[in-house]
């Protein structure tokens, strides 16, 4: 199941940045999608879900107002916008499907804030 994220980079704070996470192998607007993120020695966080219509999204409280998730279920692609970025969201960025019973992840995007 590829998901192949892409978008990220290096960004000043206060700077936005907008993630993509193309999906193939299965019928993506069936699945809820998430965003979840990993800092270096730090535990995953589950940072955004939307469900496989788009209408319903939740956020983590630490970016709450600052990213928001979205899908285009005809190019089956997820995003992920972030604005106002702060040196604590810098991660790899992962996008995350679970079919059944198995988690699918892609291979990550790369997010630094740093001035």
């Known amino acids: 199941v590829p998901l192949v994220e892409s978008g990220g980079g290096l960004v000043h704070p206060g700077g936005s940045l907008t993630l993509s996470c193309v999906a193939s192998?299965?019928?993506?607007?069936?699945?809820?999608m998430a965003w979840v993120r990993q800092a270096p020695g730090k535990d995953p966080e589950r940072v955004a879900d939307i469900s496989n219509g788009g209408r319903s999204t939740s956020y983590a409280d630490s970016v709450k107002g600052r990213f928001t998730i979205s899908r285009d279920n005809f190019a089956n692609t997820l995003y992920l916008q972030m604005s106002r970025l702060k040196p604590e969201d810098t991660a790899v960025y992962y996008c995350?499907?679970?079919?059944?019973?198995?988690?699918?992840w892609g291979q990550g995007t790369q997010v630094t804030v740093s001035s």
């Open positions: 192998g299965f019928t993506f607007g069936m699945y809820s």
């Open positions: 995350h499907v679970k079919l059944g019973l198995r988690d699918y």
